[in-house]
């Protein structure tokens, strides 16, 4: 938790233990979900846990008690399943499926908006990450990525060749650019105003374990093996 008098763990066979760091004690168990993965998060304030499942719909838990406290509902229920994260300020929730970015309000579960691009969309859903400002959303499909405007109800950012397996992603802190970090080692820089890709670089190493930007979003580090490097972000 953000106060770490809490840890939150998911067993094997899907349940997920609530436990006080103090003492080791365990204070709930949330209840097993049936078939699939489930994903698990915190809100920014250590109030309500997050959990999201290939099979089922979003739901809201007290991060203390266990008890929950609302499900993300819709009468479209097919298109909300999938992973789920918080926007950083907690205030919306974004899940992320084959076809669909639902929006939900981060405090009640009620459903804000769906955008959808049937056309765009690969399958099988891994990741979901929300810009700073809670305005862009990427999700990461199948070695795939889009990158979403609510705004604009559209696709920033796409690109879904199978040989450039995405497989992480992430913005910048004031949300105009992008990095993605793909299995052949490759490192792309993308502009999210224009939609189009800055660079695209070979690492220094098959092991890139993260990458982000400085806060004026002009230099770009990524850790790579044992080294830190840093690139030139515009």
């Not at 604009?152 to 913005?171: C, H, N």
Request: aromatic share 8%; with cysteine; charged share 20%.
């Amino acid at each position: 938790s953000p106060a770490e008098d809490r840890v939150y763990t998911k067993s094997p066979d899907q349940k997920v233990g609530i436990w006080q760091t103090a003492t080791g004690k365990q204070l709930a168990e949330l209840p097993v979900f049936a078939d699939g993965r489930t994903f698990v998060q915190i809100s920014p304030n250590g109030k309500i846990l997050l959990t999201a499942n290939e099979f089922e719909l979003p739901m809201l838990w007290d991060a203390f008690t266990g008890k929950l406290l609302d499900s993300c509902n819709s009468e479209k229920k097919v298109m909300q399943r999938g992973i789920a994260a918080f926007s950083p300020d907690g205030s919306k929730i974004i899940s992320a499926t084959d076809y669909y970015v639902s929006i939900w309000d981060g405090n009640t579960g009620k459903l804000q908006g769906i955008l959808n691009d049937r056309q765009q969309l690969a399958t099988n859903t891994q990741r979901a990450v929300i810009s700073k400002d809670g305005s862009k959303f990427i999700s990461l499909n199948g070695g795939g990525i889009n990158i979403w405007s609510e705004a604009e109800g559209r696709i920033l950012y796409s690109q879904l060749d199978p040989e450039q397996y995405i497989r992480d992603a992430d913005f910048s802190p004031l949300g105009n650019k992008a990095v993605t970090l793909s299995a052949d080692s490759m490192i792309s820089v993308l502009d999210l105003t224009s939609g189009g890709l800055i660079y695209r670089v070979p690492s220094h190493s098959e092991s890139v374990s993260s990458a982000f930007f400085s806060p004026d979003e002009k230099l770009f580090a990524s850790v790579e093996g044992s080294r830190a490097l840093v690139r030139d972000a515009v």
